[in-house]
Structure formats: C-alpha cells, structure tokens
Nanobody, 114 residues
Framework: QVQLVESGGGSVQAGGSLRLSCTVS????????MAWYRQAPGHERELVAH??????EYADFVKGRFTISRDNPKKTIYLQMNSLKPEDTAVYYC?????????WGRGTQVTVSS
C-alpha cells in the first residue's frame, strides 16, 4: 500500500515563502513521476508542478516562483513556494503515478493573506 503524507502548509502574508514536503510510504521508484496539485474553494483541482526523469514542468501561474524537487532515498518531494500571492491560497495535494496507478495525499492547507 502506498501512502502520501504532505506537510509544511500554513498561513503567510503575500510575498512570503513556504516549503511543502510529501513523503511516500510503501514502494516508490525513481521512475515514478510525482506532482503537486492544488484546489481552491469553488475551483477544480489543478496541476502546479510535475517532476519525472524527463525533468520538471510548472503551471504558468507559478513559473519563476515555485520549485519542485525530489529526494529519492528519502522518498520525498518538495515544493518551495516563494513570492506567494493571495490567489495561491488552496489545499495542496501530492500525487504519484505508480506505473499507471495514481495515489494522492490528503492535502495541506496554504493560506496567503494580503
């Protein structure tokens, strides 16, 4: 069984920074792509950043502000979020594609005040 646990969310003022972490329990391989998604109230879940052996990809609305990284021995991915904006307020979810089977964490709340 694969479980994902996110941490690092919280409340910050606009312009501030947060670092999210997602640790995977169970089998995880370096070739399994991982990603961060977010969902704001009244909105659909959307992709924020993706990391795989092919590299990293970012949604346009976070390019230049967020950085996704991965520590394979620790089975952990990170999302460094800088220059946060109120519109970044959402629940952030970790996702792994394990050979075609998706797994999700429960999410961590990020609130950015103006």
């Amino acid at each position: 069984q694969v479980q994902l646990v996110e941490s690092g969310g919280g409340s910050v003022q606009a312009g501030g920074s947060l670092r999210l972490s997602c640790t995977v329990s169970g089998s995880l391989y370096s070739i399994n792509p991982m990603a961060w998604y977010r969902q704001a109230p009244g909105h659909e879940r959307e992709l924020v950043a993706h990391i795989s052996n092919a590299g990293t990809e970012y949604a346009d609305f976070v390019k230049g502000r967020f950085t996704i990284s991965r520590d394979n021995p620790k089975k952990t991915i990170y999302l460094q979020m800088n220059s946060l904006k109120p519109e970044d307020t959402a629940v952030y979810y970790c996702h792994v594609d394990r050979f075609g089977s998706p797994f999700w964490g429960r999410g961590t709340q990020v609130t950015v005040s103006s």
